[in-house]
């Protein structure tokens, strides 16, 4: 038998019947959300592939919530990513020419940059800035306190939760 005429995988039943009842629909709200027909076919994409591993499918009653719920989870993530990738760029064009990393190493601290965002996210908005002033600025404790107007046990405190989110991520 061919390759060509080789029957597709098995997939899961009912992703197989989510896909094809609600793939169009679920597609036109991403474009909806993100005027970008290329992006939301990606995450619909995406939210199908997530699906292939989730446990309960049995159990969901309203497919198109659900659908929502993982879509809407991705786009967050996604929309988050190009904030932090477009805050890079930014950062990277105010750097002379011979300065600028190459395209590989460019990649690595933009991954980087959004694991970190990843692993900060829930924490307070104050957390995370005490964070990053320690990490990126190099600042004490103190400094810190200062800058944000906060005890410096309260920096002690934020940068502690801060440090076992990044270092020992749950």
Known sequence: MSAASADPPAFHPLVQAFYVEHHGWLQGWLRRKLDNPFDAA???QDTFVRLLGAPGLERVDAPRAYLTTVARNLLIN???RRAIEQA???ALALLPEPVAPPPEQRLMVLE???EIDRRLSGL???AKKAFLLAQ???LGQAEIAAALGLS???VKRHLAKAAMRCFFPA
Request: no cysteine.
């Open 136 to 138: 990126l600025e190099g």
């Open 42 to 44: 990606d995450l619909a």
């Open 112 to 114: 980087t940059l959004v």
């Open 88 to 90: 890079y760029l930014d």
């Open 78 to 80: 996604h929309v988050r």
């Open 152 to 154: 410096v046990s309260t």
């Open 124 to 126: 307070p908005v104050q």
